[in-house]
């Protein structure tokens, strides 16, 4: 025969919450806001996008009146490439005349790397280091891009998050 | 002192500053254009016959080219590039970068010694390196692909 067990209410000053160890120490004010925000506390650049057939040229053409260092191609509002000015430097400006005429599909890094709105400065921080990339789309949890982070911007939330400390 | 203030008073000799490519004001676009992907770098400083800067040219200011004059490719750079250069030299703070930076909208600036001849160009991004290496020791660091690569099969812009 099987004894009845007896139940001991828990210790609450005995008890060791599991999680806690789980609790990031931080070293300073910084890496504890570049960790904990959110990409969406960030102020996104202004960002251009374009469907994969548009020209080259066109493209070009709105880099320069936007003032802008890259353009997000997309199809169905999801990012599929980027052409930037490295890109234009690196491949188009050789043979400009050749290029201007042809679909940005054709120019542009396919596949870019992208951040989520919900990862922290500090991820972005990395990817761009990592990647050694300038600017990165931003996309939300359906994939659909909702702003371009760059290097600019991130050091201007900086200064900006940090201007009364 | 806050971690920011430790930040902006760190030197731009600590940061990892970029080869800074020189070309004379009668090089071709073409050949400016040539310097900085053989450098890999955004902006080629142009120099009189001292070694002096006297300007820059850079991505941004091909875009334009590119955009109103693409046949200007084979014109002088001297007539091109951007004549309001900033310099600073190697002993300026990254606080002193960011506002000069800030204060005129530069991607890159030209970091001179103690005689102005330029050694070194330097931009956000050698900023971001620096702040991820230095005050974000908690970041999982993925080891960094060779730079040759990285560029080559570049995701992002």
Same mark, same amino acid.
């Given at each position: 025969m099987l004894k009845p067990r007896h139940r001991h209410e828990p210790d609450p000053t005995s008890f060791d919450d599991p999680l806690r160890r789980y609790e990031t120490n931080y070293r300073s004010d910084l890496d504890r806001t570049l960790h904990e925000d959110a990409m969406e506390s960030v102020e996104m650049m202004p960002f251009a996008c374009v469907e994969p057939n548009t020209s080259v040229g066109r493209v070009i053409q709105l880099m320069a009146g936007l003032d802008i260092a890259c353009?997000? =191609? =997309?199809?169905?509002?999801?990012? =599929?490439?980027?052409?930037?000015?490295r890109d234009v430097l690196d491949r188009l400006s050789c043979d400009y005349d050749l290029w201007a005429g042809r679909p940005v599909s054709d120019a542009m890094t396919p596949d870019p790397v992208v951040v989520h709105e919900t990862d922290s400065p500090a991820h972005v921080l990395n990817v761009m280091d990592v990647g050694m990339f300038r600017h990165v789309p931003i996309v939300d949890a359906d994939g659909r891009l909702t702003g371009v982070i760059g290097a600019r911007r991130i050091t201007r939330y900086l200064q900006r998050h940090f201007a009364s400390v | 002192m806050s971690t920011l203030n430790h930040l902006m008073h760190d030197r731009i000799g600590q940061l990892d500053l970029r080869p800074c490519p020189t070309v004379h004001p009668l090089a071709?676009?073409?050949?400016?254009?040539?310097a900085m992907r053989h450098n890999r770098v955004g902006a080629v400083i142009i120099v009189d016959q001292a070694g002096k800067p006297i300007g820059m040219f850079n991505e941004k200011? %091909?875009? #334009? %080219? %590119?955009?109103? #004059?693409?046949?200007? %490719?084979g014109e002088h750079v001297v007539r091109h590039m951007a004549r309001h250069l900033h310099t600073l030299p190697l002993s300026a703070s990254i606080g002193d970068l960011l506002d000069t930076m800030r204060m005129h909208s530069l991607r890159w600036v030209c970091v001179v010694d103690i005689t102005g001849r330029p050694v070194a160009l330097t931009g956000l991004r050698g900023l971001i390196t620096h702040v991820v290496e230095n005050y974000l020791p908690d970041v999982v660091k993925v080891h960094p692909i060779e730079s040759h690569l990285a560029m080559a099969f570049r995701e992002g812009a």
């Open positions: 353009v997000v =191609v =997309v199809r169905r509002d999801r990012p =599929v490439g980027i052409l930037s000015e | 071709t676009v073409d050949e400016a254009n040539a200011l %091909l875009i #334009r %080219l %590119l955009a109103e #004059r693409p046949d200007a %490719l």
